[in-house]
């Protein structure tokens, strides 16, 4: 792909989740106010400022019913992907197993192995609504492993779960003695009426979760870097022993902007950008029969996880990039259990996403030709 930009190609990208659309107004607002504030350029320390905490906190109150104490159970991230993978670096060693979905987010595997620790492959079925199912953990299994890791709304599946499906991992967790790790950046980005739930608001969660929290998808804040871990106190004193070895606090600006996104974004600004999402979607899903893909309708996230119905999802992704000129997500790398399958982001302007199913339709209808082994094999 960047071969062909260095040729001055005009690659429309459908591969990454990256919002296009700004935050609310009142977040910049506050961030433009702080900027201009003599006293909000020091260090603001490494669990950040109090203020902040209280507001995620708050944010869990009014949204899941759900209580935290902003001075133990509130730890502010440099967006959530360092948390993930500082996580498994401050509570895995070698020896140790890490319980990862087969279809799931890079940093989840990646964490362990940084941490020496091994990774054992949960199967994520689209029979079963790919839902983790802890009765596939062999006893000697669930003996080492230390963390277990979910993320519903789920990239890249858009799968969902309900609070009965966290209230039996925590009990399995708390049974083998195992961290819970629930990654819910997509909670606000979902569709048709659904409104995704939080781990912590199963019974007895907070005495073995911590969820990782987002503002680059619920506020469209990507590039700001600002999310949170919230839940058991004694391991996010662990994380906050990595942090402050290896980052620091964030600029005083960006935690006030953050506290302006989650105390005064109203639910209607959630609910008109998530319309525009859905629209989209609905869009991709009426032209894959057109492309050779299948998929399930999604509730949450960014993405559709559509199966190549003809050949390798690795060909049809390097023939749509070359033929095309439209780039698509390998399933293959969320896992060995995304092999047949390719990820397509809805967090595309219309006008682009639009030339971009047309050059789909296009190339589909005229040039692709999948191999006849990749063909039989997935038939089979």
């Known amino acids: 792909m960047r071969e062909m930009q260095a040729q001055n190609l005009d690659i429309i990208r459908l591969d990454i989740g990256n919002p296009d659309m700004p935050p609310p107004p009142h977040v910049l607002d506050a961030m433009q106010k702080a900027v201009f504030?003599?006293?909000?350029?020091?260090?603001?320390?490494?669990?950040?400022?109090?203020?902040?905490?209280?507001?995620?906190?708050?944010?869990?109150?009014?949204?899941?019913?759900?209580?935290?104490?902003?001075?133990?159970?509130?730890?502010?991230?440099?967006?959530?992907?360092?948390?993930?993978?500082?996580?498994?670096?401050g509570y895995l060693d070698a020896g140790d197993i890490s319980l990862v979905p087969d279809v799931s987010y890079p940093s989840y595997a990646t964490g362990a192995r940084l941490a020496g620790a091994e990774v054992h492959w949960l199967p994520m079925r689209a029979e079963n609504?790919?839902?983790?199912?802890?009765?596939d953990i062999p006893d000697q299994i669930a003996a080492r492993a230390k963390v277990l890791w979910v993320n519903y709304p789920n990239n890249p599946t858009g799968a969902t779960a309900n609070v009965d499906f966290y209230r039996d991992l925590?009990?399995?967790?708390?049974?083998?003695?195992?961290?819970?790790?629930?990654?819910?950046?997509?909670?606000?980005?979902?569709?048709?009426?659904?409104?995704?739930?939080?781990?912590?608001?199963?019974?007895?969660?907070?005495?073995?979760?911590?969820?990782?929290?987002?503002?680059?998808?619920?506020?469209?804040?990507?590039?700001?870097r600002l999310g949170a871990a919230v839940g058991n106190a004694q391991a996010l004193q662990t994380l906050l022993q990595v942090k402050s070895n290896v980052d620091s606090g964030h600029f005083h600006?960006?935690?006030?902007?953050?506290?302006?996104?989650?105390?005064?974004?109203?639910?209607?600004?959630i609910d008109e950008r998530n319309l525009i999402y859905q629209r989209r979607r609905d869009r991709i899903m009426q032209?894959?029969?057109?492309?050779?893909?299948?998929?399930?309708?999604?509730?949450?996230?960014?993405?559709?996880?559509?199966?190549?119905?003809?050949?390798?999802?690795?060909?049809?992704?390097?023939?749509?990039?070359?033929?095309?000129?439209?780039?698509?997500?390998?399933?293959?790398a969320y896992g060995h259990g995304g092999e047949h399958y390719i990820r397509l982001s809805v967090s595309v302007p219309d006008d682009r996403l639009d030339e971009a199913l047309t050059r789909l339709e296009t190339w589909y209808t005229s040039n692709y030709k999948p191999s006849i082994s990749t063909t039989q094999a997935n038939h089979v």
């Open 37 to 89: 504030d003599p006293s909000k350029h020091g260090y603001s320390g490494y669990q950040g400022i109090p203020a902040f905490r209280e507001a995620v906190a708050r944010y869990y109150q009014h949204r899941f019913g759900v209580s935290l104490n902003p001075d133990t159970e509130v730890l502010p991230l440099i967006g959530s992907k360092e948390g993930i993978v500082n996580m498994s670096l």
């Open 129 to 135: 609504q790919y839902l983790v199912d802890v009765s």
């Open 170 to 224: 925590v009990a399995f967790s708390i049974q083998n003695d195992i961290l819970l790790l629930s990654d819910n950046p997509y909670v606000e980005v979902t569709f048709d009426g659904y409104r995704a739930s939080s781990a912590l608001s199963a019974p007895d969660a907070m005495t073995c979760t911590v969820e990782f929290m987002s503002f680059s998808k619920t506020f469209n804040m990507g590039g700001w």
């Open 253 to 269: 600006a960006i935690y006030d902007a953050g506290i302006a996104a989650l105390d005064h974004t109203p639910r209607t600004w």
């Open 287 to 332: 032209t894959l029969p057109q492309i050779g893909l299948e998929a399930e309708n999604p509730k949450g996230t960014l993405y559709i996880w559509a199966r190549v119905k003809h050949g390798s999802a690795e060909e049809y992704i390097e023939q749509v990039l070359t033929q095309a000129r439209v780039a698509l997500a390998p399933g293959g």
